[in-house]
């Protein structure tokens, strides 16, 4: 079983599978394993705590297979979520825009109205 051990002087803190939480890799080697990080952890970040714990063993061929395929739906799924957040933020805008037109339109006619 593959580990390792990490002690931060920066953020004062010392990694144990005890304080960590489990995550599941998505990277093309290790697919679908699971493993203790820090809840600092973050693969792209280098000050971030690197400690984990491997919970399984090695990808399976038939997971070394399917990980590009899941891969490539993660990110199609994450840019329709992206577009449809885009989408949802233009309709908002567009609500607000009409709702204060609707505002001005009626002080407009109240104004005429007093005239």
């Known amino acids: ?12 803190h010392s990694c144990s599978v005890d304080h960590c ?3 599941t890799t ?7 394993r699971r493993f203790y990080g820090c ?3 973050d693969v792209d970040d280098e000050p971030t ?3 984990f ?9 038939r997971g070394s297979e399917v990980a590009p395929i899941v891969l490539a739906r993660l990110s199609m799924y994450k840019n329709q979520a992206r577009v449809a957040e885009e989408n949802e933020k233009e309709a908002n805008d567009r609500e ?3 709702i204060e037109r609707e505002k001005v ?3 407009r006619e109240e104004k005429a109205r007093v005239r």
Not at 1 to 12: A, E, K, L, T
Not at 26 to 32: A, Q
Not at 53 to 61: A, F, I, S
């Open 1 to 12: 079983m593959s580990y390792s051990s990490y002690y931060s002087g920066s953020s004062h």
């Open 21 to 23: 939480q489990l995550w």
């Open 26 to 32: 998505l990277t093309l080697n290790n697919f679908g």
């Open 39 to 41: 809840n600092y952890y």
């Open 49 to 51: 705590c690197k400690y």
């Open 53 to 61: 714990r491997w919970l399984d063993g090695k990808t399976c061929k």
């Open 96 to 98: 607000t825009t009409a």
């Open 105 to 107: 339109t009626k002080q």
